[in-house]
Nanobody
Framework: QLQACGGGLVQAGRSLGLSCTAS????????IGWFRQAPGKEREFVAA????????YYGDSMKGRFKISRDNAKSTVYLQMNIPQPEDTAVYYC??????????????????????WGQGTQVTVSS
């Protein structure tokens, strides 16, 4: 199971951190991804990190602003949202992938590669 937390209301430009904690299973055996979904929009890839934390990937609009990291000893993945903008407003979900590592970045962005999802946490960025 995955538990995401840290969402809330934040002013544009002020940083916000999310965390996702897992229980059960071998945490380091799974890549972890963050996705988001705004009202009326499709679920969007935000960031992902491989099981060893060696590889990280970001959606195009998140590059340079968001940072994903993980602490396998705590079974937790973090998403640091720097310089958030109103368009980042969405429900953010963390998910565990079927594998710890993929040879192609596209797999980290594929919803179908994730088989365990957290409940989501709302992030609202005010202008």
């Amino acid at each position: 199971q995955l538990q995401a937390c840290g969402g809330g209301l934040v002013q544009a430009g002020r940083s916000l951190g999310l965390s996702c904690t897992a229980s059960g299973g071998t945490f380091s055996s799974h890549a972890i991804g963050w996705f988001r979904q705004a009202p009326g929009k499709e679920r969007e890839f935000v960031a992902a990190i491989s099981g060893s934390a060696y590889s990280t990937y970001y959606g195009d609009s998140m590059k340079g602003r968001f940072k994903i990291s993980r602490d396998n000893a705590k079974s937790t993945v973090y998403l640091q949202m720097n310089i958030p903008q109103p368009e980042d407003t969405a429900v953010y979900y963390c998910a565990a992938a079927k594998r710890g590592f993929y040879s192609r970045s596209a797999y980290y962005q594929a919803v179908n590669e994730y088989d365990a999802w957290g409940q989501g946490t709302q992030v609202t960025v005010s202008s």
